[in-house]
T-cell receptor
Framework: AQSVTQLGSHVSVSEGALVLLRCNYS??????LFWYVQYPNQGLQLLLK??????LVKGINGFEAEFKKSETSFHLTKPSAHMSDAAEYFC????????????FGQGTILTVHP | EAQVTQNPRYLITVTGKKLTVTCSQN?????MSWYRQDPGLGLRQIYY???????DKGDVPEGYKVSRKEKRNFPLILESPSPNQTSLYFC?????????????FGPGTRLTVL
C-alpha cells in the first residue's frame, strides 16, 4: 500500500527565513511525487513534480524539492520565505495499480511572520 | 482559459435531501476524479473515471455516485446526504497516459449537511 506522511501539520517561519516542509513516502513501485499548494478558498495548484529525470526538482515561486530514495523523502524547500507563501502545502504520490490516483499527505499549513 | 469548474461553491443542505455537485473541464482530459478534503486527513479519492462511461471507486466511495456521460462533465451525486459527508470537495482532471501527468483541480465545493 502506498502512503505519504508530512511531518508537522503547522510550520511557522519569519519572512526571509528558510522554508522546509517535510514529506516521506512509502511505495512498492517507483514513485511519482508532487507538491501542491492551496491558497485560502482556492483549489490546489501544482508547485513541482518528480518524474525520475532529476533528483533535484525546481518548481514555481522559488520552491524546490529533492528526491532521496534512500530516505524515501521528498522535502520541499525555499531559501527565503515571502508573506505570499502562506498557504497549505500537500505532498502527493502517484503510482501503483490505480492509474491517476493521488495519495495525499495530511497537509502542512505554512505561516509566514513579518 | 483552461480550467476545471465546480458548482455550487458552497452548499448547506439537510440530511437525506439528494444533491448533485457538477464538475466540468475544458481541456479534453480523459481522466477525472473526485476528492474530499478533511482536516488532518489530506485529500482522499472518492471516485474516478478513465473516460466516458468508465468509472470506478476510489478510497471512500460510500454514500456517493458518479456518472460520465460526456467527456467534459463528471457530476458527484449524494443520494441521501448525511452529516459525515460535510466536507470540502474537489474535482480534478488530467490527460491519460502517464502516471506523472499533472492533475488540475477545481476551486472546491464546501458542503455542509445538517
Amino acid at each position: 500500500a502506498q502512503s505519504v506522511t508530512q511531518l508537522g501539520s503547522h510550520v511557522s517561519v519569519s519572512e526571509g527565513a528558510l522554508v522546509l516542509l517535510r514529506c516521506n513516502y512509502s511505495s512498492s513501485v517507483p514513485p511519482y511525487l508532487f507538491w501542491y499548494v492551496q491558497y485560502p478558498n482556492q483549489g490546489l495548484q501544482l508547485l513541482l513534480k518528480y518524474t525520475s529525470a532529476a533528483t533535484l526538482v525546481k518548481g514555481i515561486n522559488g520552491f524546490e524539492a529533492e528526491f532521496k530514495k534512500s530516505e524515501t523523502s521528498f522535502h520541499l524547500t525555499k531559501p527565503s520565505a515571502h508573506m505570499s507563501d502562506a498557504a497549505e502545502y500537500f505532498c502527493a504520490l502517484a503510482g501503483g495499480t490505480s492509474y491517476g490516483k493521488l495519495t495525499f499527505g495530511q497537509g502542512t499549513i505554512l505561516t509566514v511572520h513579518p | 482559459e483552461a480550467q476545471v469548474t465546480q458548482n455550487p461553491r458552497y452548499l448547506i443542505t439537510v440530511t437525506g435531501k439528494k444533491l448533485t455537485v457538477t464538475c466540468s473541464q475544458n481541456m479534453n482530459h480523459e481522466y477525472m476524479s473526485w476528492y474530499r478534503q478533511d482536516p488532518g486527513l489530506g485529500l482522499r479519492q472518492i471516485y474516478y473515471s478513465m473516460n466516458v462511461e468508465v468509472t470506478d471507486k476510489g478510497d471512500v466511495p460510500e454514500g456517493y455516485k458518479v456518472s460520465r456521460k460526456e467527456k467534459r462533465n463528471f457530476p458527484l451525486i449524494l443520494e441521501s446526504p448525511s452529516p459525515n459527508q460535510t466536507s470540502l470537495y474537489f474535482c480534478a482532471s488530467s490527460l491519460r497516459g502517464q502516471k506523472n501527468n499533472e492533475q488540475f483541480f477545481g476551486p472546491g465545493t464546501r458542503l455542509t449537511v445538517l
